[in-house]
């Protein structure tokens, strides 16, 4: 989840000399002249620095192509890109094997792959998600970082604030895929009617949300109708399952029809079977089929 070490140093290498340009072309903090002077520099005002930058892009591409440290084309390219940087307020949302997600909820919402530079962004915040955070991101080698400052704000968030995130997170996921390199103009992903609904359907807190849009698109698109009764079917078995247990059946396979439980039997097969009994073609459709399984051997 971060970079290596010798990328690291190429990363601070080039970004202190972009600092040092952009103040020197700024003024903001007086004795910068070096390298070595960030080392006694007040965090506060390297960030100050930093928020001058960012407020004048049109530095980073100057920077690049002015190359007053004869930097090799490689690493020229490097800092070209990084007028490409994304800055905004993020939510770390999940510590994945290859990289942190950095989650933009803003419509449409993005989510970011971000390598960390050197100390892993899990260790950093102790494993904790939600975590909101202030955050510039730059491209580098094909891969994303964010600029070596995080101001992250403590922030308690509730059930219905995570919820939305993990609802935008989805989306984000369903429409742009997880962005791993930058400039991103990824092709948003054109989301079939049917893929809509199931993502409107997910959670009783998208559904809450979404409620509008659902009842738009069973008005508009009534082929979805089966979809959406297997779909809450799905949800809806859940609570059968626990309350079939309740009363003492261990196992077997059940049938839903449009939240209420019609049909039972040992097998799938006896089961479809009663349906096909009892119910118009057209209604077969909306049935949800679950199994019942003994503890320990369901799948849910």
């Known amino acids: 989840m971060k970079l290596p070490e010798s990328e690291v140093q190429l990363f601070y290498k080039l970004h202190q000399a972009l600092l040092l340009y952009a103040n020197r072309e700024l003024g903001v903090v007086e004795g910068l002249r070096a390298p070595e002077d960030f080392r006694r520099v007040p965090l506060e ?3 100050e620095l930093r928020e001058a930058l960012y407020r004048r892009p049109e530095l980073i591409g100057a920077f690049a192509e002015e190359n007053p440290q004869r930097f090799p084309p490689e690493e020229q390219k490097i800092l070209a890109s990084w007028r490409d940087f994304v800055r905004g307020t993020f939510y770390i949302l999940r510590y994945l094997k290859k990289h942190t997600i950095f989650l933009d909820p803003e419509e449409p919402p993005r989510a970011y792959g971000v390598l960390a530079l050197t ?7 102790d494993g904790m998600v939600p975590v909101m955070v202030e955050a510039v991101l730059l491209p580098f ?3 994303i970082v964010y600029d070596g400052i995080l101001n992250a704000y403590p922030i308690l968030f509730g059930r219905g604030l995570r919820e939305d995130l993990e609802e935008s997170y989805r989306e984000a996921k369903a429409r742009f895929g997880v962005i791993t390199s930058l400039p991103c103009s990824p092709p948003e992903r054109e989301l079939s009617d049917a893929d809509r609904l199931r993502l409107y359907l997910r959670t009783a807190r998208s559904r809450e949300l979404y409620s509008e849009e659902i009842e738009k698109l069973l008005t ?8 959406y009764h297997r779909e809450m079917g799905k949800i809806q078995a859940r609570h059968y399952r626990k309350e079939l247990r309740k009363r003492g059946v261990q196992e077997g396979w059940f049938a839903l029809l449009e939240g209420l439980l019609i049909a039972g039997g040992k097998t799938r097969e006896e089961v479809e079977r009663l349906i096909g009994a009892l119910l118009p073609p057209e209604k077969r459709e909306h049935v949800y089929l679950f199994p019942l399984r003994r503890r320990g051997e369901e799948s849910l």
């Open 141 to 143: 080698r094909g891969k």
């Open 45 to 47: 005002a390297t960030n």
């Open 220 to 227: 508009e698109k009534p082929d979805l109708l089966p979809l």
């Open 119 to 125: 100390t892993p962004l899990e260790e950093m915040f």
